[in-house]
Nanobody, 119 residues
């Protein structure tokens, strides 16, 4: 089992910045990727950014150039630095850990943190 604890959400004006953090606890040995997804009211959850244990990153087109994901493997923590925030970034942000349990894999999710960007 992997338990994810998120922090850093809040209310910010358009153009502002926020930094989200997500710490993983428990059976973290098999984590090979961590990331952030978000879900706005009435919309499907979408991947925002992800980082592998090897340091490869992936971003949604809508956040490229504004958001940066990073990972501190020693602390089993992933960060999402969000700059130049827009009202359309308003959503609940969920941390995700992808764990290899060969021959399959498991996904764990945090409880979510609200990000609200006012215009």
């Amino acid at each position: 089992q992997v338990h994810l604890v998120e922090s850093g959400g809040g209310l910010v004006q358009a153009g502002g910045s926020l930094r989200l953090s997500c710490a993983a606890f428990g059976d973290t040995f098999g984590i090979n990727a961590m990331g952030w997804s978000r879900q706005a009211p009435g919309k499907q959850r979408e991947l925002v950014a992800a980082v592998t244990s090897g340091g490869n990153t992936n971003y949604a087109d809508s956040v490229k150039g504004r958001f940066t994901i990073s990972r501190d493997s020693a602390k089993n923590t992933v960060y999402l630095q969000m700059n130049s925030l827009k009202p359309e970034d308003t959503a609940v942000y969920y941390c995700n850990a992808h764990v290899l349990k060969l021959p399959s894999s498991l996904d764990y999710w945090g409880q979510g943190t609200q990000v609200t960007v006012s215009s």
